[in-house]
């Protein structure tokens, strides 16, 4: 039980330095690009680690290629590009707080389309994990992570939390048939194969050689960060 916990914790600590290296990343790299390069690498980690820990590429039935592509689509292509585009305009921890809702909105359309119980000890969980969230992230002082108006920023990461909780009910819809490795593998390079044409009309092509160190860095923070977080969710299996 400890190891589980202990994976917990890294997992939300990778996740919450995203925010930070995405918005390294975003203040001098295009949204597109951005979120091409990071799922174009991801990718690759991920096939490897399909091909080890499944001993090939599972095939996906003609009715799971729909849903298969939309998860791409929502929990790849349209994140990351809101998550890029938000991160240039409001802080790393603005939008950890707003992304951290996240719990609530799956919650709250699980109950509705799967018909899961709101009950007392979710409700209480989501109340707490949401307000640590807001302790930390505002160091002790709430009252001031919550002050400023509701902008073009706060929109995009908002509808990351909209996208990933699309990704999260769709994934849950046809996991009995894939494994979450797979799944997740499969929809990294759908939505990066999306991102492939915004990205070079972005002009990632013509700037590759102009990102810096810092941007290369928070890149493979980010690629690192999908890879081992992957890794962790699923040996919980």
Request: net charge positive; proline share 2%; with cysteine.
């Amino acid at each position: 039980m400890l190891s589980v916990y202990l994976k917990l914790l890294l997992t939300a600590l990778l996740w919450g330095g995203t925010f930070v290296a995405g918005r390294v990343v975003a203040e001098s790299v295009g949204t597109f690009s951005a979120a091409f390069l990071r799922f174009a690498i991801a990718s690759v980690f991920l096939l490897l680690f399909v091909l080890k820990t499944e001993g090939r590429l599972p095939s996906i039935r003609t009715s799971q290629v729909v849903p298969v592509i939309v998860l791409g689509m929502t929990g790849v292509f349209a994140y990351n590009v809101f998550l890029f585009k938000g991160l240039k305009i409001v802080e790393a921890s603005r939008a950890g707080l707003i992304v951290a809702t996240v719990l609530i909105s799956i919650v709250i359309f699980s109950s509705y389309f799967f018909r899961e119980k709101l009950t007392l000890v979710r409700v209480a969980g989501i109340v707490v994990s949401v307000t640590g969230a807001i302790i930390v992230i505002s160091g002790g002082k709430p009252g001031e992570i919550l002050k400023g108006g509701f902008g073009w920023g706060e929109f995009y990461i908002f509808c990351c939390v909209l996208s990933w909780t699309a990704y999260s009910l769709i994934g849950k819809a046809i996991m009995a048939d894939l494994s979450p490795v797979v799944l997740v593998a499969y929809s990294s390079v759908i939505g990066a194969v999306g991102l492939l044409v915004p990205a070079y009309f972005n002009g990632m092509m013509r700037n590759l050689t102009h990102y810096s160190g810092t941007d290369w860095l928070g890149i493979f923070y980010t690629v690192r960060f999908t890879y081992y977080a992957v890794r962790i969710l699923c040996s919980w299996r």
